[in-house]
């Protein structure tokens, strides 16, 4: 509908029509006599109408079916190609692409005349466009130029659609004049056949938008998030032990990664800490959650596990300090743990876990065991008592401790996961770490894994040849009296001697078996036994009794009779302890370290 046309028969538009028609001012004070006529003329109690002050409307722009398609397409503000033909040539391009590559000749195909499309990689997309009638779309991809660009290609039926009209009738009257010349009749009408056929060729719409600033953005918001991630990481393995220990008897590795790509830092860590006498604590643990929160409670229950297993506690009682530590730090942490020790004269692993996953146990043969299940709830969930329990690790097997992230899956039940990882565990074989590697692999933990995973793999090799002749173990049952030190003395010296130890290294040994036996026959009870043991790395000699109170070192005075023994096994050995065994007595031990 005309508005225009039909406006005249509305109500009060011919005045404001009138009102806009009439350009000339009209003085203030004539326009205020004409009111205040206008005003005596009306009835009593009418009121005066105020004049219509409405602004005019804008002059109306265009309709979108007066633009023809070229005009449109020239005054987006995307770049604009359009392509005719199964060689995509150049029909036109907008401003806006020569704006942002530069002039393009029409009638060339696009290999040839937009090289900025391959830098984009759209050409391989256009044949599936032009086959597939589907649009396809190139998202941030960067010009030899260094801007990006979101490139999206869509079909169109036929090109001839953005041609002006002008260019259409001067194609018509071109075909009509070469038809009406008669040595060109021929001519004229492949011409005009050709042209039609072009015309209606199918084609593809390529426009694309600079993204240059959002891909800048973005690269500078990966960047970042790299580097937050790789300190998160810093931090994260600070917390863990740089060097692991490695114990005479056992050959360990463990391996961590973190999981995810973000930068929160996660709970999972292990320690290896030597107790002296031969023995070997194993720890693995899992924060629940991350973040520094998670990262903080690892580090202070990690500390607190070095600092209980200094006091050579069984494992339950360790597990029961580090929860009650773990309420005291953060009681809506949830933590899990296992702590075990390694105990070379007895070949198994005494252990307690706190709602952590069992250990696996591949023996020799291919047999993998399965620890029993946790001995109490996480750590920090209080009021209960923990117990040990203990699984075999004979010479030749494989011990492997490890966090949930190795074997839990969305889609499948944790049970099922361990059961992989005890299928894989069977088929492993080689060094501790290749152990580990093979391990991580089989259970499928790439870069990309959402959870965080720690691995600790304890070997107890089988040791033949000249290398097992680096390790031996002697004891001798003692009944007390006064002929047991010299029955230790005598022992201890055709032990040492038979090992081939230097004269000084025997000569040690001895005054040091003498000493703890003596010990022993005064504060502890029977029944009482010596053991020697050495190793390719030292020697270590042990006293058991059946009294758990612990000896202490002391100054003696000089008036005082006793009170040097253990100041002389201090002075004398590299290193000594003392710690109470499961049956109620105690064990009191010296090492020395062997020459290389």
């Avoid at 203990?390 to 494989?398: D, Y």
């Avoid at 959402?450 to 691995?455: N, S």
């Amino acid at each position: 509908m005309n508005f225009t046309r039909w406006s005249a028969r509305l109500p009060g538009t011919q005045r404001r029509a009138a009102a806009r028609d009439d350009r000339s001012p009209v003085p203030a004070a004539r326009a205020e006599y004409a009111q205040a006529q206008a005003a005596a003329t009306l009835p009593d109690g009418a009121l005066p109408v105020p004049p219509d002050t409405t602004p005019a409307p804008a002059a109306p722009g265009p309709a979108l079916d007066d633009l023809s398609a070229r005009e449109i397409l020239g005054r987006l503000p995307v770049a604009v190609a359009l392509l005719h033909g199964p060689d995509h040539r150049v029909a036109y391009v907008n401003e806006a692409y020569e704006t942002a590559f530069g002039p393009r000749p029409s009638g060339v195909p696009a290999a040839e005349a937009l090289p900025e499309l391959a830098e984009l990689s759209v050409l391989p997309l256009l044949d599936q466009v032009l086959r597939s009638g589907t649009a396809r779309t190139v998202k941030s991809r960067r010009t030899a130029g260094g801007g990006s660009y979101t490139v999206t290609c869509t079909p169109v039926a036929a090109w001839n659609g953005t041609a002006d009209k002008d260019d259409e009738k001067a194609g018509e009257k071109a075909g009509e004049k070469a038809a009406d010349n008669k040595t060109g009749e021929k001519t004229g009408e492949k011409a005009g056949e050709k042209d039609k056929q072009a015309r209606g060729e199918g084609g593809v719409l390529v426009y694309a938008a600079d993204v240059t600033d959002h891909a800048e953005a973005a690269e500078r918001l990966r960047t970042s998030e790299r580097r937050h991630r790789e300190t998160a990481v810093t931090l994260q393995r600070s917390l863990l032990p740089q060097e692991l220990e490695q114990p005479d008897d056992l050959r360990i590795a463990a391996t961590y990664q973190p999981g995810g790509t973000d930068a929160a830092v996660g709970g999972d860590w292990y320690d290896v800490i030597t107790l002296g006498a031969g023995r070997t604590a194993l720890v693995i643990g899992d924060v629940m959650g991350r973040g520094v929160r998670a990262a903080a409670v690892m580090g202070q229950l990690r500390t607190a596990v070095r600092a209980y297993a200094r006091l050579d506690l069984p494992p339950h009682e360790v597990i029961q300090l580090l929860d009650g530590l773990a309420s005291e730090i953060d009681a809506t942490q949830i933590a899990t743990c296992v702590y075990a020790v390694h105990d070379p004269n007895e070949g198994q692993l005494v252990y307690a876990s706190a709602g952590h996953l069992p250990m696996l146990v591949r023996d020799a043969d291919g047999t993998v065991s399965r620890a029993a299940d946790p001995t109490g709830p996480p750590l920090g969930t209080g009021g209960w008592v923990h117990t040990s329990g203990t699984i075999a690790l004979p010479p030749g097997s494989t011990a492997v401790l490890y966090t949930d992230g190795l074997v839990e899956r969305r889609s499948e039940d944790i049970d099922e996961g361990v059961a992989s990882l005890a299928r894989a565990l069977s088929g492993a074989k080689g060094s501790p770490q290749v152990v580990c590697d093979r391990l991580i692999r089989s259970l499928g933990v790439t870069a990309e894994h959402d959870d965080d995973v720690a691995v600790l793999v304890v070997q107890h090799p089988a040791r033949t040849g000249p290398n097992a002749e680096l390790f031996h173990n002697a004891a001798l049952d003692l009944l007390g009296g006064i002929e047991a030190t010299p029955r230790a003395r005598s022992f201890a010296t055709g032990v040492l001697t038979s090992w081939r130890f230097p004269a000084e290294l025997r000569d040690l040994g001895v005054l040091a078996a003498s000493e703890l036996v003596a010990n022993s026959l005064q504060h502890g009870t029977p029944p009482m036994r010596l053991g020697l043991r050495r190793t390719d790395r030292r020697l270590i000699i042990e006293v058991t009794d059946g009294d758990d109170h612990l000896p202490r070192r002391r100054q003696a005075e000089p008036a005082d009779e006793a009170g040097r023994g253990i100041e002389i096994i201090a002075s004398i050995a590299t290193s000594w302890g003392s710690r109470r065994t499961p049956g109620g007595g105690k064990a009191v031990w010296c090492e020395f370290a062997l020459p290389r």
